[in-house]
């Protein structure tokens, strides 16, 4: 079974919301930088957010940072990605990572051990 497992994509229009949620199925994530990324298609993945055990949120884009709010409840052992006012080009497949130790940013995938198996995320106009 997957450490991380992502829930909550889906399709909305152009402007709508959606929460994707990353549950971990361990409670050794309780301690661990937890963070998001994405795929689009043509381009490199790339990070879209991260939270420290201590709640602190760093985003990849200021993009993002306006639009997009990330919380982490340890007693579901769960993030939660809510995304609002979403565009097109947000469209991609959303992954859910951790870390085992080291800072929560940069946000960059190989500073990563540990991934769910996405969830697709389709914002039309």
């Known amino acids: 079974q997957a450490q991380l497992q992502e829930s909550g994509g889906g399709s909305v229009q152009v402007g709508g919301s959606l929460r994707p949620a990353c549950r971990a199925f361990s409670a050794t994530f309780h301690n661990r930088c937890r963070a998001w990324f994405r795929q689009v298609d043509g381009k490199e993945g790339e990070g879209v957010a991260s939270i420290s055990p201590g709640g602190a949120v760093m985003f990849r884009r200021a993009s993002m940072r306006g639009r997009f709010t990330l919380s982490r409840d340890d007693a579901f052992n769960t993030v939660y990605l809510k995304m609002n006012t979403l565009w097109p080009e947000d469209t991609g497949v959303y992954y859910c990572?951790?870390?085992?130790?080291?800072?929560?940013?940069?946000?960059?995938?190989?500073?990563?051990?540990?991934w769910g198996p996405g969830t697709l995320v389709t914002v039309s106009a």
């Open positions: 990572a951790s870390k085992v130790s080291g800072p929560c940013g940069p946000i960059r995938p190989g500073d990563f051990t540990h």
